[in-house]
Structures are given as C-alpha cells and as structure tokens.
C-alpha cells in the first residue's frame, strides 16, 4: 500500500499531526503514542508531523532545531516503532533525498510551493509530495505545482490550504478553495488548521495566534470535504520552542477528534 493508499483506507478524514518541531526523543515519541491512540480509537490514519529543522524564522535567535541527523533518526524511531508514516518539511533541493531516507512523505513549505527545483526534487525521491498552498496565491494556481510534481515523475502528491494573507499579520481560510483544489488538482486536499489560525511577524519578531478558533476551523473543513487536517500539538504550548501560540494542546485532541468524527459521519 502506498503511503497516498494508506491515507484514503478509511471512510473517515486523514490526520497529520505532532509538534511543530522536533525539540527531543522522548517528547516526540510521547506525542505520538498518544495520537496514535486517539486515532485508533476513531479509525483515523495517523501522520506523525515534525520539522527536523525550521528554516523561516523571524529572528536570527529562534530556535531552529536539535541537530539535522538527530532529528531525523528520531523522525524514523517515532516510524518504526508505531508503525505510522512520518511528514517533515524541506527548504532545499539538497535536502530532500537526505529527509527522504528517514520519512514517508516531504512537504513544501507555503512559501516555496513556487519553487520549480524543490519540487522536482522531492518528486525524484518517489516520497508522496505534499504541497502547501502559498499564503500569497490563489487555490486555483495549485494545480501548477501539482502538474510540476507530477511531471517529474512523482505519482503521489496532496495539496494543503494553511490560509491567505489578510492584510497584515493575519490570514484567511477561503473555504472555498478545498472543493476548488481537489477537482483542479485531482489530489488528496488537505486543510492545516492551526497555521491557519497564525497571527505572523509580530512586532516582537514572534508569531502570534488563535488557538480558540481551532475548534471552529476544523469543523468547516470537514463540512467542506477535506480530505485530511494538518494539526500541530504539544502537551504544553506555552513552552513549545516553535509556533506554541497557534498550537493545541495535546489533551484537547481526543474531545476534537470525536466532534470531527460525528460531523464526518453525518455528511
């Protein structure tokens, strides 16, 4: 079964979810047991979610990981011992055959789904390329991407919508978009809920968000169709050494899960 196979097995949405960067072994194995649990428990197919490395940072001073090599072999722990796909993001051409070795599936960050190079790269690598909508372009260019990924022999391959650029310091989710996305696109759509819900580039140089809006996202994106939902979780956000603002807590998951699974199963 292919890791895109793997996703759509179940009647019910897929989840990637974890923390938004990999801060050591035994926070992210913690993460991921509990996830697993509670998505078994709802017949969800489970992605296990970590950057080995933030690049787009704000400031110089942000953290930016635990080591490329350490984090990856972690990434592959969290694999091979709960026996579930793993996501990480790159930012360069050269890293997608390294991540490829410790990962299912590489992801392209917003602001380089643009980037023809990155994504013929991580086309090569035969992983599933998962591409996520730039903030600055409409759903309706995605396809482009898609058809880059496609082009260079890549045959796995999902859209993420993680909002549009309002003004300043905000974003929107177009609802709209997931439905325009998954016939353009002839893809899995996924919608990344608490990215979505990220207030960028504050004044201090420190992202800001709405994790109260998470609940109320997440249901218009299973009502709307899609396919999958991208959530960053943590046990504890205020002590998240990236993006705490925007993320949920690891305990609220189950109680979100069970809602998304009912309003699932009455569409």
Same mark, same amino acid.
């Given at each position: 079964?292919?890791?895109?196979?793997?996703?759509?097995?179940?009647?019910?949405?897929? /989840?990637?979810?974890?923390?938004? =960067?990999?801060?050591?072994?035994?926070?992210?194995? #913690?993460?991921? %047991?509990?996830?697993?649990?509670?998505?078994?428990? $709802?017949?969800?197919?489970?992605?296990?979610?970590?950057?080995? *490395?933030?690049?787009?940072?704000?400031?110089?001073?942000?953290?930016? !990981?635990?080591?490329?090599?350490?984090?990856?072999?972690?990434?592959?722990?969290?694999?091979?011992?709960?026996?579930?796909?793993?996501?990480?993001?790159?930012?360069?051409?050269?890293?997608?055959?390294?991540?490829? %070795? $410790?990962?299912?599936?590489?992801?392209?960050?917003?602001?380089?789904?643009? &980037?023809? #190079?990155?994504?013929?790269?991580?086309?090569?690598?035969?992983?599933?390329?998962?591409?996520?909508?730039?903030?600055?372009?409409?759903?309706?260019?995605?396809?482009?991407?898609?058809?880059?990924? *496609?082009?260079?022999?890549?045959? &796995?391959?999902?859209?993420? #919508? *993680?909002?549009?650029?309002?003004?300043?310091?905000?974003?929107?989710?177009?609802?709209? !978009?997931?439905?325009?996305?998954?016939?353009?696109?002839?893809?899995?759509?996924?919608?990344?809920?608490?990215?979505? /819900?990220? &207030?960028?580039? &504050?004044?201090?140089? =420190?992202?800001?968000?709405?994790?109260?809006?998470?609940?109320?996202?997440?249901?218009?994106?299973?009502?709307?169709?899609?396919?999958?939902?991208?959530?960053?979780?943590?046990?504890?956000?205020?002590?998240?050494?990236?993006?705490?603002?925007?993320?949920?807590? /690891?305990?609220? /998951?189950?109680?979100?899960? %069970?809602?998304?699974?009912?309003? *699932?199963?009455?569409?």
């Amino acid at each position: 079964m292919t890791t895109q196979e793997y996703l759509l097995s179940s009647p019910n949405f897929f /989840l990637l979810a974890g923390p938004c =960067v990999i801060e050591g072994e035994k926070m992210a194995l #913690d993460i991921a %047991e509990t996830i697993k649990t509670v998505c078994e428990k $709802y017949g969800i197919p489970f992605v296990f979610k970590g950057s080995y *490395r933030k690049a787009n940072r704000s400031r110089l001073d942000s953290f930016t !990981g635990i080591g490329d090599e350490k984090a990856l072999k972690i990434l592959a722990k969290v694999r091979r011992e709960f026996d579930v796909p793993v996501v990480t993001d790159i930012h360069e051409t050269t890293e997608a055959a390294l991540a490829a %070795e $410790y990962v299912d599936i590489l992801q392209i960050p917003a602001f380089l789904c643009r &980037q023809t #190079d990155l994504l013929v790269a991580a086309a090569r690598t035969g992983k599933l390329v998962n591409i996520k909508k730039g903030q600055f372009l409409a759903p309706e260019s995605m396809h482009f991407a898609v058809e880059k990924v *496609r082009d260079a022999g890549g045959s &796995q391959v999902a859209v993420t #919508d *993680r909002g549009t650029t309002f003004g300043y310091g905000d974003l929107v989710v177009d609802f709209r !978009g997931i439905p325009t996305m998954q016939k353009q696109c002839q893809c899995p759509v996924i919608l990344d809920i608490t990215h979505s /819900l990220q &207030q960028p580039n &504050q004044g201090g140089g =420190v992202t800001g968000g709405r994790p109260d809006m998470i609940e109320t996202i997440a249901k218009a994106g299973i009502a709307v169709g899609a396919d999958g939902l991208f959530i960053e979780t943590h046990p504890t956000p205020e002590t998240a050494k990236s993006d705490g603002a925007n993320m949920l807590r /690891l305990d609220l /998951l189950d109680s979100l899960l %069970e809602k998304l699974t009912r309003l *699932r199963a009455a569409l």
